[in-house]
């Protein structure tokens, strides 16, 4: 067994699933705050790189300022469409969010393909990261260390704030019970709008941290958003540390069996879940059981 | 006779009739173009017909139903190719294949509930896309099955263009009728009882895991004889067929057609395609457009051309009393 | 004369709120049984456990000596249990005929079957116009369910639950939003309905419970404080002290 591969490839699966964690936070926390189940947040992930190298090209400005910009431009954007079309019909059945998001997504995507093309674009990470670093013998780029670091840093902020703000009580107060929370006077109508665009602001963040990583295109965001829900179905709805174990389990089986068994890391992962879901039916994603 | 099975009996003369109609179109004179759209139309509207059983009758949203309907496909074009072209041989083995899939995902997929099953026939889905695309030996992967033969029906040649289009004239009619009886019946009223209230429906006795199991079965057994269809008017098919985005597609054409209506998705895969056609060649941004038809249709006209359909019938009905 | 329904020890908590400790209820054939308390008693989570929405942590349900624990609500209706919802859940683009044509037909087994028209089915559409006639709601077969009246819908939702010919029938505050008059109107109804079946009725108002029932159960946080009939457990004082209580508490 080839242990500096197996090694590579757990490393690998820690810097995608910094990644993949703050991607499913946000859509974890915009579905148990608000039932919402948001299927653009792949787009906005596409957006986020989009942005970056609208901002590069178009102001010439250094990957850095970029970085800081992009995130900042598709938040707007984001809470618009939020305003628009999701909050207008948050009575009706969830099917309909489903399905309004699904539409937005591919309006997003459609939206890049018309402007950007629908070719790859490849990204040097930025200087002074370009190199490598020496990990246990093997050349690791230092950039996705950095980056990896940064996501983890950014999670940890978003839990310290779910769990020692005021904010965070009242948004874990909805998550657990949204009726409830409306009756003690809690404001919920603008709560889910703010906590939707920081969900976008996230998933842009990461667009843009991973482009040097992970490549540009228009559907990059689309395996990231379904490996975000399966982090989410794993971890259970709003839970926020379960959403982060399965970030991390769904990345490290996907790196570490891609190498083994090509092609078929997903299948593998789908059997993981189906797993999961049968010892956890209805307590996973469901509403509880009461009159 | 009760009203409502009346009114069933003159929905399928009327889909007869229809039927009859679409099936002299060549012999007036329509373009061999036009014939073809309508043929993979009226595929698409098997398909769409099948999601609407499994969304608008049980409530239950599938982001993966292009699952069922390129494995019919594969299933049906490999066997023609392999084996033999008969029609109804290629036809069965599809649906043994289409089946056995969905009672063993099924068992799996139908023990969540809304949410969580969307996302699951999602990855469903890109499971069968990512088997597709690897298992080259079969599949022959991205490059796709190709070189299926023509159908044989009773030992002759169903040639491409007008004879396959009057199957698949026949196929639909068989398809819609048989649904329409479906959803009338006591097993149909069931399913929507779990839609509208799944407390309610377990309340009175109704097994939901049961039905939603069934329906699911049913959906995607439909929906492979859509699939069956489209390989051999292709002659072939690629892994794209279990595309995330078809599965987007066929969405959009129940729910632009309206949901629950059965009929609603007919019309509805109709105008997809001929729109589609539209917006290719004369839009760039043609996914974009169709996004936001998506979206608006979704906002403001959530029972689809169906429902508008429906409504006007009904003021013009009241109007004449 | 038989017990219907015994319910023995049953407990059943929400992370760390002990929601129901060891409850103990036996309702005898033939009775209207209610359960009642205070907000937050824990009658619902009972109602909830007994009828199969819910996992109870512990304990024992026993529906003429079967023991029916945890089992899953469709089958319980099969062994000749019914319930209604507090909040009022019946198919609103049905008719009311409908509504209770479908429960009738479930009732007849006929959930599987796929050729022949729902409405065809002749039993079920003698057996819910019967009920609707008995419960005086026949006038409003063909209306839309949801077009009714809060009161009327009420009565729809044990309409329904009639259909299912339940050995025991549970009601889950039948009354929640009406009006005096139309309580009165429920409250004859049961005892209507009572001749076919066991009933088992989950409410607050207090008297018109005590006006109709054959025996009581109190309870207050989670556990059972007294049982009796109506007059011993009108005059127990751990119940006037829970109510006057609770009264306190709901004036707010």
Redesign the interface.
């Known amino acids: 067994m080839d242990w500096n591969f197996v090694f590579v490839s757990i490393l690998n699966g820690v810097v995608y699933g910094a990644f993949l964690l703050l991607t499913s936070l946000g859509l974890s926390l915009v579905f148990g705050l608000g039932r919402v189940v948001n299927f653009a947040h792949g787009a906005l992930y596409a957006m986020g790189g989009y942005a970056l190298i609208a901002v590069m090209r178009g102001a010439g400005a250094g990957y850095w300022p970029a970085l800081v910009l992009a995130p900042l431009l598709v938040v707007p954007v984001a809470i618009a469409i939020e305003r628009a079309t999701i909050y207008p019909i948050r009575h009706r059945h969830d099917i309909y969010t489903l399905l309004v998001t699904f539409g937005l997504s591919f309006m997003i995507i459609g939206g890049i393909e018309y402007l950007w093309g629908t070719g790859t674009t490849l990204l040097k990470p930025p200087p002074p990261f370009t190199g490598t670093v020496d990990i246990l013998g093997n050349q690791y780029p230092l950039y996705r260390i950095l980056a990896a670091g940064v996501s983890l840093l950014i999670s940890a902020g978003v839990f310290a704030v779910i769990q020692l703000t005021p904010i965070g009580l009242r948004i874990r107060a909805i998550t657990d019970d949204a009726g409830m929370a409306e009756a003690l006077g809690v404001n919920t109508k603008w709560l889910l709008t703010l906590v939707f665009g920081c969900a976008a602001g996230l998933a842009a963040f990461a667009g843009a941290l991973g482009a040097p990583i992970f490549a540009i295109h228009p559907e990059m965001g689309m395996n990231i958003l379904l490996d975000s829900f399966l982090a989410v179905i794993l971890g259970g709805l709003g839970n926020l540390p379960g959403t982060a174990i399965g970030a991390f389990v769904v990345a490290l089986t996907k790196s570490i069996g891609g190498g083994y068994i090509a092609d078929w890391s997903l299948a593998l992962l789908f059997a993981v879940v189906a797993v999961a879901l049968i010892f956890r039916p209805t307590g996973v994603f469901g509403r509880g059981r009461v009159a | 006779m009760k009203t409502g099975a009346r009114t069933s009996r003159a929905s399928a003369l009327a889909a007869v009739a229809a039927a009859g109609l679409l099936a002299v179109l060549p012999f007036l004179g329509a373009a061999p173009f036009t014939i073809t759209l309508l043929t993979e139309a009226l595929i698409f509207a098997i398909w769409a017909m099948s999601l609407d059983l499994l969304v608008g009758y049980t409530g239950l949203v599938t982001f993966g139903h292009a699952a069922a309907f390129g494995l019919g496909s594969y299933a049906a074009g490999y066997f023609a190719r392999e084996v033999t072209a008969d029609f109804l041989a290629s036809l069965l083995v599809a649906q043994v294949v289409v089946v056995a899939v969905a009672l063993t995902i099924g068992f799996v997929a139908t023990r969540v509930s809304g949410v969580a099953f969307a996302i699951i026939s999602l990855c469903i889905a890109q499971v069968l896309f990512q088997v597709a695309v690897a298992w080259r030996s079969v599949t022959e992967g991205m490059d796709g099955l190709v070189g299926v033969p023509l159908p044989k029906l009773l030992g002759l040649t169903v040639d491409a263009g007008t004879e396959f289009y009057l199957l698949t004239i026949l196929i639909v009619l068989a398809v819609y009728v048989g649904l329409s009886r479906l959803v009338e019946s006591p097993f149909g009223r069931t399913l929507q009882a779990i839609r509208t209230n799944e407390d309610r429906a377990a309340a009175i006795g109704i097994n939901v895991r049961l039905h939603k199991w069934l329906a699911f079965i049913l959906s995607w057994a439909i929906a492979g004889i859509g699939g069956t269809l489209m390989v051999f008017m292709k002659a072939g098919t690629t892994p794209m067929s279990l595309h995330w985005s078809e599965s987007g597609n066929v969405l959009v054409m129940a729910i632009f057609g309206g949901l629950g209506t059965l009929f609603g998705p007919l019309i509805g895969a109709v105008a997809f395609v001929f729109l589609r056609d539209e917006f290719t060649t004369r839009f760039e941004a043609w996914q974009f457009a169709f996004g936001l038809v998506f979206v608006v249709v979704v906002l403001a006209f959530p029972t689809g051309l169906a429902g508008i359909i429906t409504h006007v019938w009904r003021s013009l009905w009241r109007a004449r009393s | 004369m038989a017990s219907a329904l015994v319910v023995r020890g049953l407990s059943k908590s929400f992370g760390a709120l002990r929601a129901v400790d060891g409850v103990g209820l036996e309702i005898r054939d033939g009775h209207v049984h209610s359960l009642i308390g205070p907000n937050g008693a824990g009658k ?1 989570t009972v ?2 456990c007994v ?4 996992r109870p942590a512990g304990g024992q349900v026993l529906l003429r000596g079967l023991d029916v624990t945890a089992w ?3 089958r319980l ?2 062994v000749g249990l ?2 209604t ?3 009022t ?5 049905l008719t009311v005929i409908e509504n209770v044509a ?2 009738a ?3 007849l087994g ?12 002749a039993e079920a559409e003698a057996a819910a116009e019967e009920i609707l006639a008995m419960l005086g709601l026949g006038e409003h077969a063909a209306t839309s369910a949801e077009h009714l009246a809060h009161g009327d819908q009420r009565i729809l939702e044990i309409a ?2 009639l ?2 010919r339940p050995q025991l029938l549970m009601l ?1 505050e039948p009354t929640a939003g009406m009006s005096a008059g139309e309580t009165e109107r429920i409250g004859e109804l049961i005892r209507r309905i009572v001749k076919r079946t066991t009933v088992l009725l989950v409410e607050h108002d207090m008297e018109m419970v005590l006006g109709i029932s054959d025996a009581i159960t109190v309870m207050t946080q989670g556990r059972v404080i007294a049982t009796g009939t109506p007059d011993a457990v009108s005059r127990d004082p751990q119940v006037q002290e829970a109510y006057l209580g609770a009264v306190e508490a709901r004036s707010f």
């Open positions: 619902t109602f909830n009828s199969g929405f819910l899953a609500p469709h209706v099969a019914a319930r919802f507090q909040i859940k019946v198919f609103g683009g479908l429960a037909r479930s009732r006929k959930n599987l079957q796929m050729w022949r028209h729902a409405r065809g089915v329904i639950a259909a299912l889950d």
